[in-house]
């Protein structure tokens, strides 16, 4: 009874706030910024802790996912006092023309009734677990060096009708942006489609913690298990994200138990391998490390390129100049989703403006990104990391010293230093002891060269680069 009123109360502020919350984005963004992306929000459905937005294309829908969502989502959680989680949309195109006749609903259902994504999403709901995001595919997945363990397993998963033992539960960890959720997607989607019989859920452990709360509070607590009973896999997400929440923990315990002691496949992924979650209680830990254990490393240059380009085509009908994608590629180096976001901004600006995309345009649009992503790049780490690598003197970098032993690995990080940042040759020089900028051109050229012929070379070369990057 209790709930229902609350409910009731909700549906008649809710348009309310959301007019606050567009008027707060406008100050917070600014005119221009309000009125090329946040204007196309159109508030669509509310139920229970989820709100859903639409936008006209898929195009807008990943650039305030990108740059705007969090600020949205916890615009909405200070203005309505509740744990809101906001998704995106694409609207259907007769929608799009006149989008103040659409009557806003909060029953659940979109009210055109002909919007799939919206019922995907409802019946997502109804089966307790986060909506899925049907580009997340394997088809879409580009496999690299990096990934190809994580991607090869994921699929294998995916396709298999039985749970193997070993197997389970599947833990993919990696650094953030890097590809994990894409694959969770993709096995669900996988399954969804080639195994209908089977009950697959994808769920976010915050999401997990959140219906877990709110079954504590409206003491449902039994409601919440059942939802767990008929499942045959499931998918949990950012799984650190419960580390330190020691109720929530407790019960994800149980669950992850209840689920393997039925041979029911479980497939995690967290920030860190199990071990490392701290704040995770041991007893947990270990259970996660119990069956296949894969990481995603970060990205080298070819995939990132490959990437880029694959998403250029899913984008745009044009194509982008091989120097912008392989600028792009070389300076944005830490996420795929910064890389993402990175190639979208410049699309968007593009597009904006309708002018070509040219490598100094690129290079101008994200001035702001590029000097971003060098600042966790700086001169003395890249020599650390080096010295340390070569097991020499970190004062060797600056040293006059010819031998091989140092001259070589200096060379190295005098050429990862211009790879890795938009330091000048002669900034580099004063950098590493007061040397010419000739001394860096030739010490670049040197590595360059040499990295054709020496395998040994280019894989001490990319393992560096890896770890300059963490
Ligand atoms: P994570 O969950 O590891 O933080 P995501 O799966 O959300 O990372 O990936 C971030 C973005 O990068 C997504 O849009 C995803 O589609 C994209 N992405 C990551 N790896 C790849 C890849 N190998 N091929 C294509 N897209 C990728
Ligand atoms: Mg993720």
Redesign the pocket.
Known sequence: MKMALQVEDNKNNIPESWEKIRMRLKKEYGRATYTSWIKHLDLQNVEGSQVVLSVPTRFIKEWIQNNYHRTIESFWQQECDNTYRVDLIVRPKANDDKPESRPFTASGVDVSGQNIDVLSVAKDMESFGSPLDR??TFD?????DS?QLA?AASKALAESKNVVRGNNPYYLY????????????AIALHMRKHQPGRKVIYLSAERFMYQFITALKNKNIMAFKDSFRNIDVLLI??VQFICGKESTQEEFFHTVNALLDQKKQLVI?G?RPPSELEGMQERIRTRLGWGLVVD?NS?DFD?RL??LR??VDQMIDATLPDTVLEFLASRVTS???E??GALHKVVAHATLMNKDITLESTQSILTDLLRANEKSITIADIQKKVAGHFGIKVADMSSANRSRSVARPRQIAMYLTKKLTTRSLSEIGRKFGGKDHTTVMHAVKRIDGLLEQDEELKSDVSLLERMINQ
């Open positions: 580009r997340f879409n997945f580009v496999v690299g990934n991607f990696s650094k953030v942006g890097l590809g994990k959720t894409h694959l969770m997607h997400d950012d992924a920030d995603i990205a995939l490959g990437i694959s998403k996420s795929i989703r890389l993402e």
